[in-house]
């Protein structure tokens, strides 16, 4: 656990005073076995640079985990960094699939319009063909030539709906070919919207990978402040002790939403039978889907899961959303309440999918994933019931 200045100095005199001790016990032994002062004043030098050497390592520390709660804010900062642009990318690539999808309809709608009228075309030209075979003045010939007044009613009729179907048809081609201009112009414009969008999502795509690089050189500062491995193991059991009070909080706060929510039903509902309490994931033990897929390996209180970057994470059963930020050493953070006292968390995400408060269906994708950069990474799943941590590996399917 990284040491907060005000208790590494205390640490610092203590060990000073122990190797104080033992090292002040050299003049004692000196003068029984008649050193000189010269050997004394050397002993004090030497004692004098080993306390400056445990002050300034206590210093350091002390220092460094300062930095580091300092940092919080700045990889809270880079992290949001990177889940805006990160959301950006996708929202401009689902804009991406919608106009494709219109620009696909349209075309599909220009060429059966085409296809209709090539067929029109083709009816009017025979239509022409006829009405010039019969020659102008045609009706007039008919009533000279005929003194049948029930044929001659019946030739006109007929003549008078030839022409009626041969304007009605020269319409419809004319309007077919306004609607095939116009959807011409549709195409072109949602050409030029998608080349626009396309331009902009590559624009995205660089900001996204700057955000990630500034990112990852942040982790690796922060985290090469820790000397060795024991300050390291006490990061991490500092990062821990923060998860359990963030959780013991929120089950604070769902146990009194509860409370609420009952006494408000009881309230509305006086007399009638009370609804069942939520059973949360009692029943489901081992058949629980997996958050996402990769390699899994145990890690802390749950697993971390290689998941190919910006893929999905995904519930693992319906829940509401009580957490959805960023928490140091877990990245950007979900945690979901399914009753009962259980709660899943999913870690490590590069963009959440909701919000505090939002309701998600079991399957339901709540973040995307970081890609994975070194060896405890990934996405970081547990799951706990009351804040005590269980073995999800016991709940979740078998691989």
Do not use: C
């Not at 008649?34 to 300034?56: C, F, G, V």
């Not at 949001?80 to 950006?88: D, E, L, M, P, S």
């Not at 077919?176 to 072109?188: M, S, V």
């Not at 998860?243 to 009194?256: G, H, M, S, T, W």
Request: no cysteine; aromatic share 4%; charged share 25%.
């Amino acid at each position: 656990m990284p040491i907060p200045l005000r208790r590494a100095r205390p640490l610092a005199r203590a060990v000073t005073g122990a190797i104080l001790l033992s090292l002040l016990a050299l003049p004692a032994w000196s003068a029984q076995d008649s050193k000189t002062r010269t050997e004394q004043a050397e002993a004090q030098k030497k004692l004098s640079d080993i306390r400056s050497k445990m002050e300034a390592l206590a210093k350091e520390q002390a220092e460094t985990a300062a930095k580091r709660d300092s940092a919080t804010a700045e990889l809270a900062k880079q992290a949001n960094a990177v889940a805006a642009a990160a959301k950006a990318v996708r929202e401009t690539d689902a804009q991406l699939a919608a106009k494709q999808k219109d620009l696909d309809g349209l075309e599909a709608q220009r060429g059966e319009l085409q296809k209709s009228l090539e067929g029109q075309r083709a009816a009017i030209a025979e239509l022409l063909r006829a009405t010039y075979a019969l020659g102008r003045g045609s009706d007039l010939r008919l009533l000279m030539g005929d003194d049948d007044v029930a044929r001659i009613a019946q030739a006109l009729a007929y003549s008078k709906y030839f022409q009626e179907d041969r304007v009605a048809r020269v319409q419809k081609l004319m309007g077919d070919l306004a609607r095939l201009q116009d959807l011409e112009t549709q195409i072109n414009a949602e050409k030029q919207a998608l080349q626009a969008s396309r331009a902009e999502r590559e624009t995205q795509a660089k900001t996204l990978e700057q955000q990630r690089a500034s990112q990852a050189k942040l982790v690796a500062d922060t985290d090469a402040q820790y000397k060795d491995q024991g300050a390291r193991l006490a990061a991490l059991k500092q990062n821990e002790a923060s998860l359990n009070q963030l959780v013991d909080k929120l089950q604070k706060a769902i146990e009194e939403a509860a409370r609420e929510a009952e006494r408000a039903a009881a309230k509305a509902n006086a007399g009638s039978v009370a609804p069942p309490p939520g059973k949360g994931l009692v029943n489901i033990r081992g058949n629980l889907p997996w958050p996402a897929s990769g390699a899994v390996n145990s890690y802390g209180n749950g697993v971390l899961i290689k998941a190919p970057g910006g893929s999905e994470v995904r519930a693992v059963s319906s829940g509401k959303v009580v957490y959805a930020a960023f928490l140091r050493g877990y990245g950007m953070l979900v945690i979901l309440s399914h009753g009962n006292g259980w709660l899943s968390m999913y870690g490590n995400n590069e963009t959440l999918l909701h919000g505090v408060g939002d309701q998600v269906a079991a399957g339901e994708a709540v973040g995307t994933a970081s890609a994975p950069t070194g060896v405890n990474t990934g996405v970081y799943f547990e799951l706990r019931q009351n804040n005590k941590p269980v073995d999800p590996r016991t709940w979740l399917r078998q691989h």
